[in-house]
């Protein structure tokens, strides 16, 4: 297993991010982890999964988040690396905004989720930043 860390020289977005580090994925599959959350789970689980549906384009690990509970991504997907066609090679493009609502439209393009079971800590403010260094120190 190679970990690759590409960083973007301005903002390019959740999906304008993934297309700038394209040259870097040399696999048909890949994993993408959002940078401002940390999500603690089986990766060989979800991997395993994402396998099994043979005809998976992209392969997403939710959460079950909040009280009362409900579904959210996780920021951990993995996708198969023909969805990158579907993203601008220009500028900043949005994962949430733009590609997905995209792909749930190509027909033959499928899209799974999996309950995914771990530690989920949200970096994506100051406070939650603080609570982060204070949780593993």
Known sequence: CTITVHKE???????????????????P?????????LFAIDYNELLTYHH???????TLA???HGKPPRIIDGGTKILRRNVLD???????????????PRLLQIEGAVVHGRIAHGTFL??????NYEYVKRFFS
């Open 52 to 58: 099994a549906q043979m005809s998976a384009s992209v």
């Open 9 to 27: 020289d301005r903002p390019l977005g959740t999906a304008g991010a993934i297309v700038a580090a394209r040259h870097l994925i040399a696999s």
């Open 29 to 37: 599959e890949f994993f993408v982890l959002n940078g401002d959350t």
């Open 122 to 127: 949200q970096i994506n403010t100051p406070e």
């Open 62 to 64: 939710l959460i079950l």
């Open 86 to 100: 579907l993203v601008s090679s220009k500028g900043f493009c949005s994962w949430e905004q733009d590609v997905l």
